[in-house]
């Protein structure tokens, strides 16, 4: 008998569900509000109205207001979206988490209608870095070890190729920093548990942690990131994916070689007025 080995999980989707579900009682939403603007602008300058909308999100509540009559989809590995339902899909700050981040964008591919169009939001980039060095350097020094504790966060590069790997054109990312002040770096960390954005890692350590560790990586982290009114700041970085279901109407990149005129005659210039390669 063969046996198949299955691919390694980043995140531990029970851990995950079990820290939303703490955090929905009194969640901290303002980075979710954060995004719900940013999306309502970004969509407000789109020339068209969009009817059957679809949000994948762990706060619903932030939605509801935002885009009137829209479905709430819970984040899952398989997606409660219907093939070719929607006009507009939102995927707000839940795919950094995911194990397939690809086949979530397929999945919301599938959902859309010709022309529809996908935003994802996600955490990225240089996200938490300062509380994951801190981190590092303090559990190295009081354990003589380390233990994953803050998820990895993909490049904004990376990020964007996801869009074409799930078919879909148009594609731009981009990215928005938010630096946030706390009072130290237990705040910090206080404030992410509220977010249900505690440690959910497949790898992270399953035994208690001493204090000592957490005592350690505040007073680093007051050390080495105090902001101008003597408390720390946490970088938040968030990376936005655009891309619509392919349709004829949409424009198309130009063959190669099929220009009808050349550069040279579109800038009114001579052969000889180029500058000559070194």
């Known amino acids: 008998m063969v046996r198949r080995m299955s691919a390694p999980q980043l995140t531990d989707p029970d851990a995950l569900m079990r820290n939303r579900a703490r955090a929905a009682p009194a969640p901290e939403l303002f980075l979710h509000h954060l995004v719900a603007d940013e999306v309502q602008d970004r969509l407000s300058e789109v020339n068209r109205a969009f009817m059957d909308k679809a949000v994948v999100t762990a706060f619903p509540q932030v939605w509801q207001s935002r885009l009137d009559g829209a479905q709430m989809v819970a984040e899952a590995d ?40 996908f935003i994802a939001a996600l955490f990225a980039g240089q996200t938490l870095a300062e509380l994951r060095t801190v981190l590092a350097e303090a559990e190295a020094a009081v354990t003589g070890g380390l233990s994953p504790r803050v998820l990895p ?16 054109a148009l594609p731009v990312a981009d990215s928005l920093t938010q630096t946030v002040s706390y009072r130290d770096a237990l705040h910090l960390m206080q404030d992410l548990r509220a977010m249900g954005e ?24 007051g050390d080495h990131y105090p902001d101008a009114e003597s408390r720390v700041r946490a970088t938040f970085e968030i990376v936005f994916l655009t891309g619509w279901k392919p ?22 210039a001579e052969d000889g007025d180029w500058p000559q390669g070194g």
Request: a positive charge; proline letters at 5%; charged letters at 20%.
């Open 198 to 221: 505690g440690n959910a890692l497949s790898g992270r350590l399953r035994r208690f942690t001493g204090r000592k560790v957490f005592l350690q990586a505040a007073a680093l982290y």
């Open 153 to 168: 966060m993909a490049e904004i590069r990376e990020l964007g190729g996801l869009l074409q790997r799930a078919g879909l």
């Open 78 to 117: 398989v997606l409660d979206l219907a093939p070719a339902s929607q006009d507009l899909v939102v995927h707000a700050l839940a795919l950094h988490w995911s194990n397939d981040p690809v086949g979530q964008i397929i999945q919301c591919a599938r959902a859309l209608r010709p022309d529809g169009l």
């Open 247 to 268: 349709h004829d109407s949409q424009q198309k990149p130009l063959r190669p070689g099929s220009a009808a005129q050349r550069l040279a005659d579109a800038l009114n």
